[in-house]
């Protein structure tokens, strides 16, 4: 069975879901999250980039395109 292809809009959703927590509970806890997901998130696209996914996360967008 193959992973599934994710696409950016996917990723971001992610991101913005692990932003949230970020404000509930604490930068450390929301970075140790989104690394989790980073290397959960490993190979469901080849274009995936586990330190955007991570400061994308953490409210840190590294390019217009990543931001809202």
Same mark, same amino acid.
């Given at each position: ?13 992610? *991101? ?13 806890? *929301? ?38």
């Amino acid at each position: 069975m193959s992973a599934p292809v994710f696409q950016h809009r996917h990723y971001v959703r992610i *991101a913005e879901t692990i932003a949230s927590i970020r404000g509930k509970f604490g930068s450390d806890d *929301a970075r140790i999250i989104a690394e989790h997901f980073a290397d959960a998130l490993r190979g469901t696209s080849p274009n995936f980039d586990r330190q955007r996914f991570i400061s994308a996360a953490m409210g840190e967008p590294s390019s217009g395109r990543d931001r809202s």
